[in-house]
């Protein structure tokens, strides 16, 4: 059984910065993909970052380029999300996904087969 489970949320100031996790497991990782995105109030789902479990490859979105970093831990059964200079609008619930073959548009929710509950991020100002 596939399970995904976030963890690290909560509250920091803005320039701040919070690490996530997500634990993995019931699947190979190195033949996977998994993506963290976030989902503030009232918006849609959004893909932040992915990481290649087969290549090592990793993916942006322009937005946090340069502040956050996606990696994968050395017993590859955790993927991170270390998030700076975060800022208030960055504020939503963070999920992780894991797909064997993830959608052309990495960014996209739909296509992902697996998700985690998520973890609440607050950015204040």
């Known amino acids: 059984e596939v399970q995904l489970v976030e963890s690290g949320g909560g509250l920091v100031q803005a320039g701040g910065s919070l690490t996530l996790s997500c634990a993995h497991s019931?699947?190979?990782?190195?033949?996977?993909?998994i993506a963290w995105f976030r989902q503030a109030p009232g918006k849609e789902r959004e893909g932040v970052s992915c990481?290649?479990?087969?290549?090592?490859?990793?993916y942006y979105t322009d937005s946090v380029k340069g502040r956050f970093t996606i990696s994968s831990g050395n017993a590859k059964s955790t993927v991170y999300l270390q998030m700076n200079s975060l800022k208030p609008e960055e504020t939503a619930v963070y999920y992780c996904?894991?797909?064997?073959?993830?959608?052309?548009?990495?960014?996209?929710?739909?296509?992902?087969?697996?998700w985690g509950q998520g973890t609440q991020v607050t950015v204040s100002s």
């Open positions: 990481i290649s479990g087969t290549s090592g490859y990793t």
């Open positions: 019931g699947f190979n990782f190195d033949g996977y993909n």
């Open positions: 996904a894991a797909a064997e073959i993830p959608p052309s548009d990495w960014a996209r929710p739909r296509g992902w087969d697996y």
